[in-house]
């Protein structure tokens, strides 16, 4: 046997139970991937100074991943689920090839006009290069999920985020250059995706490589809205620290990210709540078993609700102990930057717990199938982000941004939950 079909055996076995390992490595995947998400622009303000730091958390968490969605272009839910094999593979590859092209171009032409420091853009365009490529290997993960092989999309996630991030750490502590270190996880991206994702998927029997350039125009009008949606919902969530990079310092862009390090683990766990409800609460929407759908709704959304409170309780007694804890592990030069954000740190807690409650709601739409009127509210709420966002940072600085933060996931959460209530009075007379 050869050594690549040796690889491809081990990696693509799943012992005795697939279904457990299914479970076992998706669980993995999603938070080794979370996890890096979470700590690293922590670990670069810790190793590589405060604006640096600033540089690499709006690069990695904000504009990279403001075009990893663009790269993504919300066609996983749609690829998973083609059963029927309506598109080959080949077609969503090529349809991928596209948008990651586009994600790099528009990216590259938002920082040829947006003023930075050559350094700043360089870094922010790897950056952009490395969260692209995650969109990418995205779509052969999508098609080992659609092809009953969710295992190998976990092993891909998790292994190619230790591998990148293992790699980018690797270089900044050993150079010191910043901009050297993200060179290395880009290279380290590609290997990746060359080792876990292309060689496995080829050995699948089932995938059909084929494509047409005719079926690219289907496929684009079958999951653009999809798209807009998820890319003006993350604008709405990231415009506060769109703000911060516009109108203040690179320092100040990692201070916010700090503070906003929660809202990952309040998505997590919202996510802990909401997924396994939804099955119920679909199965009743279709089969009219309003009663039913409005306790669990109103169940989920009364424990959504109460972890909420629980979470900014804690962030107002313990915050000013953990954001001192932050500043010694990040060392002297940090002593006095974090704790007094304590104020914005509760804002931002309680922004998350909003944030939780109308995804929630989000979700609840797209049950009743109300596509246009999740458009309407990204809509309305795009245009209010982009200027209250501005204005609240250039007035009240971090506080401001948190209190913008808060105020767009307030209005989000009211749009949704009005949203639902309004066209569940309209299903009940049906």
Not at 247 to 267: A, E, K, L, Q, R
Not at 401 to 416: D, E, N, P, R, S
Request: aromatic letters at 16%; glycine letters at 10%.
């Amino acid at each position: 046997m050869k050594m690549a079909d040796r690889w491809a055996a081990l990696w693509m076995g799943t012992g005795k139970n697939r279904e457990r390992q299914n479970i076992l490595w998706n669980m993995s995947g999603s938070f080794f991937y979370a996890f890096a998400s979470m700590v690293l622009s922590f670990l670069v303000m810790r190793i590589a100074g405060k604006e640096q730091g600033g540089i690499f958390a709006f690069g990695y968490s904000t504009f990279g991943q403001q075009m990893f969605i663009l790269a993504y272009f919300g066609i996983r839910p749609f690829q998973v689920t083609d059963g029927a094999g309506e598109y080959r593979f080949g077609d969503y590859l090529l349809h991928r090839r596209l948008t990651c092209a586009l994600a790099l171009a528009a990216g590259a032409g938002y920082l040829f006009f947006c003023g930075y420091t050559r350094q700043k853009a360089m870094v922010i365009f790897l950056l952009v290069c490395y969260k692209v490529i995650d969109g990418f290997a995205d779509v052969y993960e999508s098609e080992f999920q659609r092809a009953g092989h969710l295992h190998l999309t976990g092993k891909s996630n998790t292994f190619r985020t230790v591998l990148s991030v293992g790699a980018f750490l690797l270089a900044l502590v050993t150079g010191g250059s910043l901009l050297w270190a993200c060179v290395v996880a880009v290279a380290a991206q590609v290997a990746g995706v060359a080792v876990f994702d292309v060689p496995l998927l080829k050995r699948l029997p089932a995938v059909d490589w084929r494509r047409s350039g005719k079926r690219l125009a289907p496929l684009t009008g079958a999951v653009w809205l999809l798209f807009v949606s998820v890319f003006l919902d993350f604008y709405i969530f990231s415009a506060a620290k769109y703000a911060i990079d516009a109108y203040m310092d690179d320092v100040s862009s990692g201070y916010f990210n700090v503070v906003f390090m929660p809202t990952s683990v309040i998505n997590l766990a919202a996510g802990f709540v909401i997924r396994p409800v939804l099955t119920y609460l679909t199965d009743d929407w279709n089969q009219k078993k309003y009663g039913d759908f409005l306790r669990m709704l109103g169940g989920i959304s009364g424990l959504i609700a109460a972890l909420s409170v629980l979470a900014v309780a804690l962030a107002w007694l313990l915050g000013r102990p953990v954001l001192g804890i932050m500043e010694r592990i990040l060392g002297t030069a940090y002593e006095g930057s974090l704790v007094p954000c304590h104020g914005a740190f509760v804002l931002v807690v309680l922004g998350g717990g909003f944030y939780a409650v109308l995804n929630l709601y989000y979700y609840v739409l797209v049950i009743m199938r109300r596509q246009r009127v999740i458009f309407a509210i990204y809509a309305v709420l795009t245009v209010m982000a982009a200027t209250l966002a501005p204005a609240f940072v250039k007035r009240g600085g971090l506080k401001g941004a948190a209190w913008a933060y808060l105020l767009l996931m307030v209005a989000m959460a009211v749009g949704f939950a009005a949203g639902a209530w309004f066209y569940y009075r309209v299903g009940k007379q049906e």
